[in-house]
């Protein structure tokens, strides 16, 4: 009987370390109906009994609810003291007072698990010559606790004494779940990247220590994401963890990652799944007896329905909205939950100004406290936001751009910090509703005012873009990212022959998917993006321009702005019906796509073309008509909204043969305009790329001292070192532009694909590219005007001029465009005015752009 209850408890300890509670819960009852058939205890099998029904509490808190948890804890103390005196005993008594401290931690009832932690503390200080194991477990678990009472100082001291200790006496195990809890204690000082370094860490060692754990280590991956702005990212790692979590049955867990997952549907607008899944999460929360989380999940579902509400701006539809959310808030501060407490009256606060409530409002905001240090980005936007509208709503408007200079600052320090291209572009979605409240503010002031358009000017520099601001810093590699790159390589290959061979690929498309993700969280830490530079003065962009002329568009109340910079003046000019333009626009490309195969029937090619030209005239009267009629031969540089990036400018009949640049912001134009100008010309082609556009090598009559890499020789690793250094890469490849990761944008060579990622890693990247035969120029648009893709990440990394293809080109039109491109080149035309000379012969099949300083 002994031996058969021992091995229960002992399977049961394991799937309890494995975060499957509800195996565990299983395994434990069976141990103690076998114990239970004895008359008599004798002392061992009673010590399996304490300890069997210790671990069963804290597995039922976590499947069933706390106050069964505790319960079990109560019956394991009667039983504790049927054991004889001594030192089993003692002990067993320290191990029910620390698993009730745990129980009452997953409650949120933390000054009790603290009292707890510290009452027990001396007793594990005084032990010796042991393994040290409860003391390294109880530093760690206490660390939880301070975290959660926000002192994160106590915290960190506590987990890395329990580090030391754990890799001093061999915890595996424990080494990794504490190397996920600094992850936690990075996220709540705001150091995102080391946050999810110190995550990587831990699921390296729990991949084979504790598989189970792994699920955990993604829900705080996703939270790091979450607070990084990467709403789409966190929705993945989420919709992976919840399958493994719902089948370990561990109901806390479940429900903490639905909260999680209500907060990536907020960031990427879906509301009602947002709803849902906090609705979903409360009810598991009151059903467990946690009041602490399931106010926090009612947290969650409230700010959907005020989302839903401001988004509309229909706030007369839920009057009691905000009372609601102020009672919220009353029961969190009640609870020691301070940060949930004020976005809760923070949200009362916008949603009782869209009521024009005002005074209320303002006596709500009057009892939200001042952020802590701790306090997460996206609270202390909303709170500068809610103190922002407040000023416009009671006529102060220096106020309201005080406070959103003030955050935009702040957001801008936690920008400095993160560690990828994604996560620097991700943090630009908390700002954006600060950043179009200063831009409304300072527009309805500067119709009419040279002073309010180069204001304006100034705050478009300031909220646009910001990722194009950063000088990259020396990349430190990481071999298994390298690792991942190069497997992804090899099965996009695959893929594409099992596709020509008819061959199934859902498997290898799954794999190629995971390591993709996997690249991803390698990227987000493994090397500090980049230097910031500060953002250009209006003075500063005068002094640079010249006599060029800069336009930088911006949308307002349906109508599509422009604030022109022209020989030291600022004047803003209305263009046309937002809307309107943009729709245009997206016919326009459309209509180029279906221009593009070189042998279109004669008739269907008039009809598109006439549509084209209709389309392409529509935009000239809305757009550029009224910026050239001062321009002469001037260069443009036009600094478009995300919707126009797409833009075939050329094709416009006033801009037709006229140099124009596409820069993502005026900063971001100066940067690449100081750049170097030197090195050696890189002519590169890939695999496949039919007729004269696939002969690179006859531009060496062009560049008879360029590098030539093509046929078998022209692999990522070839094409990669030869592009560090040059001064012009002309690259003729198939590629593929990634919307939903822009960063595995790709360009095709031999050996399968070169990514926009690799790219990004250069010490010297090519100070100008130019890419012959794909639409690469593409870009995936992220809050803030982020513009991503291979494109743009070349742009961000250091290279000054891209030249690349917004449409579908024809292998014929392509040929042509890169022969009349290179000769004017060549003799040292600048690029902007050699595009333009180039594409001015048919600008409909030429769909080219000159991205950076032209």
């Known amino acids: 009987m002994i031996a058969e209850a021992s091995d229960l408890y002992a399977r049961g300890r394991a799937a309890a370390f494995d975060q499957r509670p509800a195996v565990a819960v299983r395994l434990f009852r069976k141990a103690l109906t076998r114990i239970a058939r004895e008359e008599e205890l004798a002392p061992v099998l009673l010590e399996v009994q304490v300890r069997a029904l210790i671990s069963l509490g804290a597995a039922e808190a976590e499947v069933r609810s706390t106050e069964a948890g505790l319960a079990r804890l109560e019956a394991a103390e009667a039983a504790r003291l049927r054991l004889p005196g001594g030192e089993p005993s003692a002990e067993l008594g320290l191990i029910v007072n620390l698993q009730r401290a745990v129980v009452v931690m997953r409650a949120g009832r933390f000054a009790e698990a603290l009292a707890l932690y510290d009452s027990v503390m001396p007793h594990l200080e005084a032990e010796a010559g042991d393994d040290r194991l409860l003391l390294v477990r109880t530093l760690n678990n206490r660390a939880l606790v301070h975290m959660a009472m926000n002192n994160p100082e106590a915290a960190e001291a506590d987990l890395l004494r329990a580090l030391d200790l754990a890799v001093e006496f061999g915890h595996p195990r424990l080494e990794g ?329 859902k498997t290898l498309e799954q794999r190629y998917s995971a390591l993709q993700q996997e690249a991803s969280r390698l990227g987000w830490y493994t090397s500090p993006w980049g230097r910031p530079r500060p953002v250009a003065t209006p003075d500063e962009v005068v002094e640079h321009l010249g006599d060029r002329v800069l336009v930088s568009l911006v949308p307002y109340n349906g109508q599509l702005y422009s604030v022109v910079v022209d020989r030291g003046s600022f004047r803003l000019l209305k263009l046309g019906p937002h809307d309107d333009i943009v729709e245009t626009a997206k016919q326009l490309h459309a209509d180029l796509d279906a221009l593009a195969p070189d042998h279109l029937p004669r008739m269907l090619a008039e009809t598109v073309a006439a549509s084209a030209v209709r389309r392409a005239d529509k935009l000239d009267a809305l757009i550029s008509a009224s910026l050239v009629k001062t321009l002469g031969d001037r260069e443009l540089v036009i600094v478009p909204i995300g919707q126009l990036y797409a833009m075939p400018w050329g094709a416009l009949p006033s801009l037709r043969g006229h140099p124009v640049s596409i820069a993502p912001s005026a900063t971001a134009w100066i940067a690449a305009e100081r750049a170097a100008d030197t090195g050696p010309v890189l002519l590169a082609g890939g695999p496949g790329v039919p007729g004269a556009v696939g002969e690179v090598s006859k531009l060496r009559s062009v560049y008879p001292d360029a590098r030539l890499v093509e046929g078998t020789d022209a692999t990522s690793a070839t094409v990669l070192q030869a592009l560090d250094g040059t001064r012009l890469a002309h690259l003729v490849a198939h590629g593929a532009h990634e919307p939903a990761n822009a960063l595995f944008s790709r360009l095709e060579l031999v050996d399968g694909p070169l990514f926009a990622h690799e790219t990004a890693r250069l010490a010297r990247p090519p100070a100008r590219v130019v890419l012959a035969a794909c639409e690469l120029a593409m870009s995936h648009i992220r809050p803030g005007e982020e513009a991503l893709g291979f494109a743009g990440t070349l742009l961000a990394s250091g290279s000054h001029t891209v030249i690349g293809a917004v449409a579908r080109v024809g292998d014929r039109a392509a040929a042509d465009t890169m022969a009349d491109l290179h000769r004017r080149l060549a003799v040292g035309t600048p690029p902007a005015l050699a595009l333009a000379e180039a594409i001015a012969v048919d600008p409909l099949r030429r769909p080219f752009v000159c991205l950076g300083a032209g």
Not at 379 to 403: G, I, K, N, W, Y
């Open 177 to 505: 779940k504490i190397r996920q809890n600094l992850g936690d204690h990075a996220q709540l000082v705001g150091d995102v990247p080391r946050a999810l370094s110190h995550y990587e860490q831990a699921a390296r060692i729990l991949v084979t220590e504790s598989p189970g754990s792994l699920p955990l280590v993604r829900l705080d991956q996703a939270r790091a994401l979450l607070t990084a702005g990467l709403g789409e990212e966190a929705a993945r790692h989420l919709d992976e963890a919840l399958p493994q979590l719902r089948a370990n049955g561990s109901g806390q867990h479940i429900a903490e990652a639905e909260v999680a997952r209500a907060a990536a549907a907020l960031l990427e607008g879906d509301f009602a799944l947002a709803r849902k899944v906090a609705s979903d999460a409360r009810r598991r929360f009151l059903r467990r007896g946690n009041t602490t989380w399931a106010e926090i999940a009612g947290l969650a579902r409230l700010r959907a329905d005020a989302h839903k509400v401001l988004t509309t701006r229909d706030a007369r539809s839920t009057p009691r909205l905000p009372a609601e959310l102020v009672a919220l808030a009353e029961r969190l501060g009640a609870l020691g939950v301070r940060d949930e407490g004020a976005v809760a009256r923070l949200l009362a606060v916008r949603l009782l100004l869209r009521r024009r409530e005002i005074d209320e409002a303002a006596q709500v905001l009057a009892r939200v406290p001042k952020p802590r240090a701790t306090t997460p980005i996206d609270h202390r936007m909303l709170f500068r936001l809610c103190r922002a509208e407040l000023a416009v709503a009671t006529d102060r408007p220096r106020s309201a751009l005080a406070q959103a200079r003030a955050g935009l600052r702040e957001l801008g320090m936690i920008r400095d910090r993160m560690g990828g291209l994604d996560l620097v572009c991700g943090t630009a979605v908390h700002g954006e509703e600060l950043g179009r409240l200063a831009l409304r503010l300072v527009l309805r002031r500067a119709r009419n005012n040279a002073a309010g358009a180069r204001r304006m000017f100034a705050w478009l520099e300031r909220t646009r873009a910001q990722v194009y601001r950063y000088e990259p810093l020396p990349v430190i590699e990481d071999p298994v990212l390298s690792k991942h790159i190069t497997e992804m390589r090899h099965l996009q290959r695959t893929i594409q022959r099992a596709r020509l061979e008819g061959e199934p690929v």
